[in-house]
């Protein structure tokens, strides 16, 4: 005898397994994670930026007078 059941709906109005309204739940999990960090990609680091540079620069320099030649930077 068959017994008429529930079954979750999706965002569309579709009928959606067990398995899928687990896997749903998990993934909007994911995607709260992951976009709770987001700060849209304008964060430089400007401090972190000129450290390397300044960096970069003191390697640069160190090369050119192991070579022994006069280079400008």
Sequence with gaps: MATKGTA???AS?????KYDVEVEA????LEAQAHAK???G????LAR???LEKR??????KVAYK???DFYV
């Design 13 to 17: 109005g579709a009928a959606m397994s």
């Design 67 to 69: 070579l022994g030649g």
């Design 38 to 40: 987001c700060d849209g």
């Design 8 to 10: 979750a709906k999706s």
């Design 26 to 29: 998990r993934l909007k999990a």
């Design 56 to 61: 970069l620069q003191a390697l640069v320099e």
């Design 42 to 45: 304008g964060g430089v680091d």
């Design 49 to 51: 930026i000129e450290t």
